[in-house]
């Protein structure tokens, strides 16, 4: 079985000589206490939980899974325990608002945190991810009232959180909704439907769910804008904040799925359930973006968490495991074989996944210290620029880190040979793990086309340009520096293609919306390699300048890599990308 480390060097590397998150401290709020000593206590403290209760039961965990019984819900052995010590650390409020009982701690820090929680134990980090999602809808849009009654509970992890979109008819075309919802005299209302696919619908760890659905009232418009949002809640909360009768909602059973076996995947039965509207009648998807695009970053977040597990257990194993020796003569000699750390082969599977894996890392923080900007900059600009950014970036920092987490599993077997494939190592099971991640919260498909048919026209090109600009300016001010030449040109060479991918789909996306449709996975890769790129020139920069460790010369180490294997992908990108879609269609439905 892996052990897990959290890569806290690496966090402090990204947040504090690269982002320098610290100098945020005199703009925005959330960073006025967050001092590097500050950040780093709590990352290390976080870390130590991760590692020491989380971890060990994720095997466990995956192998007995969650058991239904008569309506109820049982985790697996340890997660009761484990949650309980969860809540009585604090950890359930970290990012949520003072005001409600949270520590309002940033996003960066969060982010880092779920890292370290995804890399222990993917299935329990589902039950604290989706209340936090729940809380930032309730938060956003709920009213005063509802604000009261659920979120102290929920910041205090004693309630949890699910999100009620999916039926069997409607997944990613949620204008097909057929849950609804009746209005009462008392103001409340009454849901009839069935959901699936519902992430800790049902479960044992806290005293009461408050489930946020999306349903439709009496004569709503046909398609997305007919949908409302409603909470509501497994037991009915009395007016002094106690728990009162069971609503009339159940688990009618559990999927039997590939991974995430501890985390319970419900079909829920809304048989004239109460529940209070949440904002405003037929705005309801409007205002579960408002918590599926934190989640989607969150999501993101999984793949990563799933990639630094998988790249440390392939480390510890390719130094251990003896087989053949090095192709230029032993390293060992004293022993029966060499470690297959030596090998070629193997370093190419492990660079990639220390290469990519710290590239995303510094993305997402990235991206977490532009949302922490977004709303907590005095200037109004600033603020929407921010949001700009956070928006374009969303769709790729889901799908390059779930692609990428799900890729690293792979390769980590790989690197395991036979022993990945079976139990023992843990490596199968973050295969297993990891698959979802590129799946939920909107597929990677459907993430490609959010940014090439919509994030990228926003605006005329205002978001876009919130990274095109800065980069494209950067890379100017950095090629008048001789040391960092390698690392410089080949990303300039890339960004050149995106430019490039960007005005052919600008052109021909727009004649014909099937090669946009054609290219838009090939598009988003090539602009997450290229922003995972721009991230690996700062993080070689900052190395340059600091004095030279061990540390700052792997980092240089990685970014060659990164510049010499990984990022020359956009070359083939480009020309997949401007072949369109002709080959893509050309074959008629029956001849397949
Ligand atoms: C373990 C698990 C947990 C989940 N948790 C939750 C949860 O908590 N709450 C919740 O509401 N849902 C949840 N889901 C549901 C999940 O979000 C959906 O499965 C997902 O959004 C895809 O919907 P679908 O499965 O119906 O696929 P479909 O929508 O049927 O899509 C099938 C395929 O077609 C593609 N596709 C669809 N439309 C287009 C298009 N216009 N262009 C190109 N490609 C297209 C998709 O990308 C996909 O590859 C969960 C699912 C699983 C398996």
Redesign the pocket.
């Known amino acids: 079985m892996p052990s897990y480390k959290a890569p806290l060097h690496d966090m402090q590397f990204i947040l504090f000589d690269v982002l320098k998150v610290q100098d945020a401290g005199n703009a925005v709020a959330a960073y006025a206490e967050m001092t590097p000593d500050v950040v780093t206590a709590i990352l290390e403290e976080a870390g130590r939980f991760c590692e020491n209760v989380l971890q060990p039961i994720n095997r466990s965990g995956d192998e007995e899974g969650c058991v239904f019984e008569s309506g109820s819900v049982r985790t697996p052995t340890g997660f009761k325990d484990a949650y309980a010590k969860f809540v009585e650390g604090g950890w359930p409020g970290i990012a949520c608002d003072p005001e409600h009982g949270g520590q309002g701690v940033p996003n960066t820090v969060n982010f880092a945190f779920e890292e370290m929680i995804c890399s222990a134990n993917l299935s329990f980090g589902?039950f604290p991810g989706?209340t936090h999602g729940a809380y930032n809808a309730l938060q956003a849009h709920g009213s005063d009232d509802l604000k009261r009654t659920y979120l102290p509970k929920m910041v205090g992890g004693s309630w949890s959180g699910?999100?009620?979109?999916?039926e069997p008819q409607?997944?990613?075309?949620l204008g097909l909704i057929r849950t609804r919802a009746e209005p009462s005299n008392d103001g409340s209302y009454r849901l009839y439907g069935t959901?699936?696919?519902?992430?800790?619908?049902e479960h044992d760890l806290t005293e009461n769910i408050v489930h946020l659905v999306?349903a439709r009232l009496p004569d709503a418009p046909a398609g997305v804008r007919g949908i409302s949002l409603f909470v509501c809640p497994k037991f009915l909360v009395q007016p002094d904040g106690n728990l009162g009768a069971r609503n009339s909602l159940a688990c009618g059973a559990l999927?039997k799925?590939m991974?995430?076996k501890a985390?319970p995947?419900c079909v829920m039965n809304f048989d004239g359930a109460t529940a209070w509207l949440v904002g405003v009648p037929n705005k309801g998807l409007a205002a579960m973006f408002t918590m599926m695009n934190t989640a989607r970053l969150m999501v993101g977040i999984q793949g990563l968490g799933v990639a630094e597990a998988a790249y440390q257990g392939a480390l510890s194993y390719a130094r251990n495991r003896l087989q053949m020796r090095a192709a230029t003569g032993p390293k060992y000699p004293d022993q029966p074989a060499d470690p297959i750390i030596v090998h070629p082969d193997i370093r190419r599977l492990l660079m990639r996944m220390k290469a990519m894996t710290e590239g995303c890392r510094a993305l997402a923080l990235w991206v977490g210290h532009e949302l922490d900007i977004s709303t907590g900059h005095p200037d109004a600009q600033r603020r929407q620029d921010a949001d700009d950014l956070v928006a374009l970036m969303t769709p790729i920092v889901k799908s390059m880190l779930t692609d990428h987490g799900f890729s690293a599993a792979n390769d980590g077997v790989q690197v395991h040979g036979g022993h990945g494939y079976i139990r023992e190592w843990g490596m199968e099971q973050l295969v297993r793990d990891a698959r979802?991640a590129q799946?939920?919260?909107?597929?990677?498909?459907?993430q490609a086309?959010d940014l090439v048919g919509r994030k990228l026209s926003m605006g005329t090109g205002r978001l876009a340009r919130q990274f095109f600009h800065p980069v494209g300016a950067y890379l100017e001010q950095m090629a008048n520096v001789p040391a960092m030449a390698e690392i410089v040109a080949p990303l300039a060479k890339a960004f050149g293609r995106l430019q490039q991918a960007t005005l052919w789909l600008g052109k021909a996306g727009t004649a014909n919306p099937d090669d946009g449709?054609a290219a838009a996975t090939d598009y988003l890769r090539m602009f997450g390699l290229v922003a995972i790129g721009y991230m690996w020139c700062r993080m070689a920069e900052t190395a340059l300048a600091g004095s030279a460790d061990n540390f700052r010369s792997a980092k240089l180490e990685c970014a060659r890599f990164y510049m010499a294997k990984i990022i020359p992908e956009t070359g083939s990108l480009l020309v997949s990308i401007t072949a369109g879609s002709k080959s893509v269609m050309a074959l008629h439905e029956d001849a397949f």
């Open positions: 589902l989706l699910t999100m009620c979109l999916t409607c997944g990613t075309d959901k699936i696919f519902i992430s800790a619908g999306l999927e799925k991974g995430i985390s995947t979802i799946i939920y919260e909107g597929t990677n498909g459907i086309l449709g």
